[in-house]
């Protein structure tokens, strides 16, 4: 079907390229001039034809299934048949042709043209640029706009000026007439309104597509200025140039609408067509008012004297205007920087990204987080642009940019924008996730404070509670025996004071779970020092300088704990006669081994032990490694030396 349709398309181009030949050798033959080109519509049907047919061809070949493309081919090769016919009346009529030939060709040339420009034409523009009506309501105007070239075409009235008149001619055909010149309006008319209905519902890829036909349609009407106010310029010739416009514009919406940014364009376009009919307007009132106090002469001379004065900076601020709806605040910018820098002093950045885009007008924008999190407004549509944001030298992530439908890159004024504001960003996003640290820290001490209050619970729950209700019962005990019975009395003293000695030991057992005193009392080196001394007949040294940084009491007593479990292990589980515990420091760390010479064995099974050592360095914000080496057993640690927030 496919194949089909792009022969189809071949043999209706060909068709046109043929009428075309037979129109311009016909006229050579008849000998036509300018005048008889323009009187007998040759010129104006050929500039038609061969504007609308290639375009058609070249939507019809691409994508067959369109309806566009056959549209334009048709608005083509309509007023082609009639181009081709017109030298045929112009000869027939000098050679006295038979009635009946110049009428049936007087037909042809009369019914032929009107089909594309009254049927093709609008109806192309109602279905641009998706190819089908906006909705089924709107099928009706389709119909409407038939109705209107059938009757268009077929009510034409003599024509004696050709030597014969049309077959279709009929008593009522002033009726037909008048009624296709009112019905043509409307129907131009409702086609633009569905232009504008379907820009306003569209998305942004049919947006940019209507707005290739706007700036043709634009530039069609800045070409045409001149004869709105009848000045000499050849407003034929003009009008015939710019219709070419409308089928390029819409071949290239609907083949290449990426083909570069159109609001670059249609923004120049407004502002010299603005530009252009303020300076007419401007120079004929001029010449209008200074004719009635000066002559002829002199009043044009004046006119042109004051427009000339007033064209720059008129043409400065109606750009700036258009340049602003279009593109936003980016050749200002303090105003941008501005209007994007209010919402930075807030949490949520994402309200930043939706002013940053409508100042600019941009599709898409996003911030990157060196964490991966990610902060999105609008969708990409085509080409991202990355701008890195840094601060005090260290990367806090990226700002991504969607580029405008059409440019290959930002331009210069978006990038000056952006480098502007890529040091806010830095320094916002650099504290979006200093907050987030603290939001954690916070949430991390809270659970410990609520995990230590738990566990002193079970403590003194389980061990000290039980300890200190026997003892309250044997001291009930010895004051009752006291009386009666001295020696049992004296038997539960001494029982009461075990006790409670167990409740001495049981509260030293909580203290130190808490802080070591040794810690307090000798400092670190010290604390694993003594604890080497007190653990068993394996052989423990510590390697350590003289003396170490400050460190935070939180990652003190990670270390020692973590130090303390692992010469425990070597002492309980290992067959090692020897360790080592070494300290060393750097500028932000504090890095911990103990190493063994116990024979190597297989992978250390994780056990309450392990899991504590790596839960304590992961609590400070550090690292633990543990496992069997070639050489005996080595845990490693490394522990910030302050705890970040």
Not at 57 to 65: F, G, H, S, T
Request: charge should be neutral; glycine fraction near 8%; proline fraction near 6%.
């Amino acid at each position: 079907m496919a194949r089909g349709r792009v022969t189809l398309a071949d043999g209706a181009f060909f068709v046109s390229v043929l009428l075309a030949g037979v129109a311009v050798g016909g006229g050579l033959v008849v000998r036509l001039n300018g005048d008889d080109a323009v009187a007998s519509y040759l010129l104006s049907n050929l500039v038609i034809g061969l504007s609308a047919a290639p375009c058609g061809y070249l939507v019809a070949r691409a994508k067959p299934e369109h309806p566009i493309g056959w549209l334009f081919l048709g608005l083509g090769i309509a007023p082609l048949v009639s181009a081709a016919i017109a030298p045929l009346v112009i000869g027939g009529q000098d050679a006295g042709w038979p009635e009946p030939v110049m009428r049936a060709i007087v037909t042809v040339f009369s019914f032929a043209w009107g089909w594309g420009v009254f049927f093709c034409l609008p109806l192309a523009l109602q279905l641009f640029p998706t190819g089908s009506p906006l909705s089924p309501r709107w099928r009706a105007l389709g119909w409407l706009t038939f109705a209107t070239a059938l009757i268009g075409t077929t009510s034409t009235g003599p024509t004696p000026e050709y030597g014969a008149s049309s077959y279709l001619v009929s008593p009522w055909w002033e009726w037909g007439e008048a009624a296709a010149g009112l019905l043509a309006p409307i129907v131009v008319f409702l086609s633009l309104a569905a232009l504008a209905v379907r820009y306003k519902r569209g998305d942004e890829t049919v947006r940019q597509q209507l707005q290739w036909l706007l700036a043709a349609v634009v530039l069609a009407l800045v070409i045409n200025v001149p004869s709105w106010f009848s000045l000499p310029t050849g407003r034929e010739i003009l009008l015939l140039l710019s219709f070419a416009l409308i089928p390029t514009a819409v071949t290239i919406a609907v083949l290449r609408y990426r083909l570069f940014d159109v609001r670059l364009a249609l923004s120049r376009v407004l502002v010299y067509g603005t530009l252009t009919g303020i300076v007419v307007l401007a120079y004929s009132a001029i010449v209008a008012v200074l004719n009635l106090v000066l002559t002829a002469a002199g009043a044009p001379i004046l006119a042109a004297l004051a427009v000339a004065l007033g064209f720059n900076p008129l043409r400065l601020r109606v750009q700036r205007r258009v340049e602003q709806a279009l593109y936003g605040a980016r050749r200002d910018p303090v105003q941008a920087v501005s209007a994007v820098g209010q919402h930075l002093a807030g949490e949520d950045l994402s309200t930043m990204l939706d002013a940053l885009r409508e100042a600019l007008r941009l599709p898409y924008a996003s911030l990157v987080g060196t964490d991966g999190q990610r902060l999105t407004s609008g969708q990409p549509d085509g080409e991202v642009q990355r701008l890195a944001l840094l601060h005090a030298g260290e990367s806090q992530g990226s700002l991504e940019i969607g580029v405008r439908r059409g440019e290959r890159q930002l331009s210069h004024a978006d990038q000056t924008i952006l480098d502007l504001l890529s040091g806010p960003l830095a320094v916002a996003l650099h504290a979006t996730r200093l907050s987030r640290q603290l939001r954690a820290s916070r949430d991390h001490v809270l659970t410990a404070a609520a995990e230590e209050r738990n566990r002193l619970h079970r403590e003194l729950h389980d061990s000290l509670g039980p300890t200190l209700t026997g003892a309250a019962l044997k001291a009930d005990g010895t004051a009752l025996a006291a009386r009666t019975n001295p020696q049992k009395a004296e038997q539960l003293a001494t029982q009461l004071a075990d006790q409670l000695r167990e409740a001495i030991d049981d509260v030293r057992q909580l203290v130190y779970g808490l802080r070591p005193p040794a810690l307090d009392q000798l400092g670190l080196i010290g604390a694993l020092r003594r604890q080497c001394d007190e653990l068993g007949p394996v052989s423990l040294k510590v390697h350590a300088p003289d003396s170490l940084p400050e460190l935070s009491p939180d990652v003190e007593v990670a270390a020692y704990r973590i130090a303390s479990e692992a010469l425990t292990n070597v002492v309980r589980h290992s067959t090692a006669r020897s360790a080592v515990v070494s300290l060393a420091t750097d500028t932000r760390s504090l890095s911990l081994t103990v190493a063994d010479d116990g024979n190597p064995v297989a992978a250390w099974r994780p056990g309450v032990g392990l899991r504590s050592m790596h839960t304590r360095a992961a609590e400070v914000g550090g690292s633990c490694d543990a496992g069997p080496t070639p050489h005996g057993g080595l845990v490693t640690a490394v522990l910030p030396l302050g705890v970040e927030p």
